[in-house]
């Protein structure tokens, strides 16, 4: 990697995470070239849930979601469902996360995630002394629940955070003093968790904000430009190929989400990278939603807009 005040990094895809990674290169001096296909935040960028939440951050593989994952997989209202004419091209994919769901691995897996989610909450505030001016808003987090003991797996996963150094506060509601501090839940929400600790912000108006942060302090911005190709160059450094026409680097980070598959290979990267089916919808509300909630039976985080 070129000495701070002297490299060239191109970074392709414009969200969230191509985005942060370029405001922290330029923080080491790096001149950045940002390139997209499209445009900022035109993918998944703009519709994610805008959760901040290092406490729920934990790999996915693990016994319980095994289990859940196959009791589900082909119920076609189920918050995770693979049609049977998609099983042919994901069985090995399936195959893999079965035989990598156990105990040990996750355990391992959350202690992996430990030092990354360590530095989240700070990174953010990095960014917002750094000119970053979309706001992000700490409040706690309630998961709802039908029953008592449904919250057992979320409540494990919690704990085992809280082992590996993450610091908030668990909270059990009872019905009364759910349904006082979320009057919109209907009667089927009888017990609740509030998880203290945690952030969220608007995932569209914060990566605008970030690119024009970005922007500000030099970077420029190739969109609707798709890249072909990003490969390693005699000598040092990458070659990117964009609209036909080559730009020498001498970093270059993969950051275009599901496509990324189709420029990681001349990297010697052979892990396949699929897109899944996503949602995002708005509601409109009597009275505001006034912090997030999870409904963690069918997987949906509802954030205040």
Do not use: K
């Not at 704990?159 to 668990?170: K, L, M, N, R």
């Not at 024009?212 to 190929?241: H, I, N």
């Amino acid at each position: 990697m070129a000495s701070n005040g002297t490299g060239r990094a191109a970074i392709v895809g414009a969200g969230i995470v191509g985005l942060s990674v370029a405001w922290f290169l330029q923080e080491e001096g790096f001149a950045v070239t940002i390139y997209d296909r499209r445009d900022v935040a035109a993918g998944a960028s703009a519709g994610n849930a805008g959760w901040i939440t290092p406490a729920f951050a934990v790999p996915l593989p693990e016994p319980a979601a095994l289990r859940t994952a196959l009791t589900s997989l082909l119920h076609r209202d189920s918050p995770l469902r693979i049609s049977p004419s998609a099983l042919p091209g994901t069985w090995r994919f399936l195959a893999e996360f079965a035989a990598r769901s156990t105990a040990r691995r996750w355990l391992a897996g959350v202690a992996g995630f430990a030092p990354i989610n360590a530095l989240a909450l700070s990174g953010y505030d990095e960014l917002a002394a750094g000119g970053v001016t979309a706001p992000v808003t700490e409040a706690p987090f309630v998961a709802v629940f039908d029953r008592a003991d449904e919250a057992g797996p979320l409540r494990h996963e919690l704990q085992v955070s809280a082992d590996h150094g993450q610091a908030f506060e668990v909270t059990d509601l009872t019905e009364r003093e759910l349904r006082a501090e979320r009057p919109l839940l209907s009667g089927r929400a009888r017990f609740g968790l509030r998880i203290g600790g945690q952030r969220y912000l608007q995932p569209l108006e914060y990566v605008q904000s970030l690119a024009d942060a970005v922007r500000s302090r030099g970077a420029a911005f190739e969109m609707g430009r798709a890249v072909s190709a990003a490969e390693p160059r005699a000598g040092g450094g990458t070659r990117v190929v964009a609209a036909g026409r080559p730009a020498d680097f001498d970093v270059c980070v993969l950051a275009n989400g599901a496509w990324i598959g189709q420029l990681a290979r001349t990297a010697g990267v052979r892990v396949p990278v699929v897109a899944g089916r996503g949602y995002s919808f708005h509601v409109r509300l009597a009275e505001p939603l006034p912090e997030p909630v999870y409904l963690p039976g069918i997987r949906v985080a509802c954030t205040p807009a």
